[in-house]
């Protein structure tokens, strides 16, 4: 998805991983083996591709609509039910890749119909690259579903390079700045703004913050110090959310496009009129910021 930011990196991982041997602190499995840590309720793991591969409850599987590599893909995978014990006091799942994507799952997708597996990369048989740029495949480990359309799984909630699945609170009970204050606005408003709001949590916030609130740092935060809807016109911003290369475009770009498949025209509504909520309650308290000098319209 974002293929150089990856290899850089791989690269500044490499070295730690160098200083790491140096020091004598490596945290890796003797032999440089992949391990997946788990940090969950009475549940704390880290499980090594060898060790999952050997797995009883380990398959085949086809998946159908494979969201990193967009066809039909096949894998040795285990079931995500086979390896988290308990699921029932989960609230959303953090999981956390190489290249600092962090996706925040809610704990009921785990709970529904969709079919969550695990899909693990053999050693001797590598994944194909995820992108003709790329070196790097969607392994070790990847999230993927086998009936994604039955719970409205998006494309940000196939999280690929996974090093870590973790047990959090839900984004914006950690992060009360990203919460909408609309009191006073009728309840059609309001219900717009939550929606955009989900949206949000949902398919921007495993690369951007919002009032420096969230867990990854990939993209620039959406409203500090100020936001997209106020500095482009409306008609770009929704082209750059569509396909960011259509308004701007350079090798090094990571933004991924977001068609009306993932996003459809309401919901893309929903979460400009959320960002532009926000821009306007951030302004109220903007008095003291070292920005309020630059005059607006
Ligand atoms: C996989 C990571 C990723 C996801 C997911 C993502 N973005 Fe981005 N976004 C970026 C990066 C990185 C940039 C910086 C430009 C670039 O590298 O493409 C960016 C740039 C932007 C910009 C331009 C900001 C500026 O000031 O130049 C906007 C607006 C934006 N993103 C909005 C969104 C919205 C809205 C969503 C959710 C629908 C979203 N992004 C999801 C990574 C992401």
Known sequence: MHPSFSFILRLALTSVIAACALFGTTTLHADNEPTLTLSLPNQEQKLARSNLLRHTATHTITVPDDQAY?????????????????????????FTSADGFVANIPGELFRSASEPWIAIEPAGRPWPALSSDSLRSAGAFYLVWLTPEKSGVKAEQWPFQIISIRNVE????????????????????????????????MQCASCHRLNGG?????????????????????????????????????????????????????????????LQQMAR???????????ATITQE
Do not use: C
């Open 70 to 94: 967009k066809r039909t893909m096949t894998y040795q995978a285990i079931p995500f039910a086979a390896i988290v014990r308990d699921m029932r006091h989960i609230d959303t799942l953090q």
């Open 170 to 201: 839900a984004l914006t009970v950690r992060y009360p700045q990203l919460l909408p204050r609309t009191e006073g606005q009728d309840e059609d408003a309001q219900a717009a703004v939550q929606r955009g709001m989900q949206q949000f949590v």
């Open 214 to 274: 969230g867990d990854a740092d990939v993209g620039p935060d959406l409203n500090l110090p100020f936001s997209p809807t106020e500095y482009f016109q409306e008609a770009y911003l929704r082209k750059l959310i569509r396909h960011p290369a259509a308004v701007r475009n350079w090798p090094q770009a990571r933004m991924p496009a977001f068609g009306e498949a993932v996003i459809s025209d309401n919901e893309l509504d929903d979460l400009l009129t959320y």
């Open 281 to 291: 309650q951030r302004d109220r308290g903007r008095s003291t910021h070292r920005d």
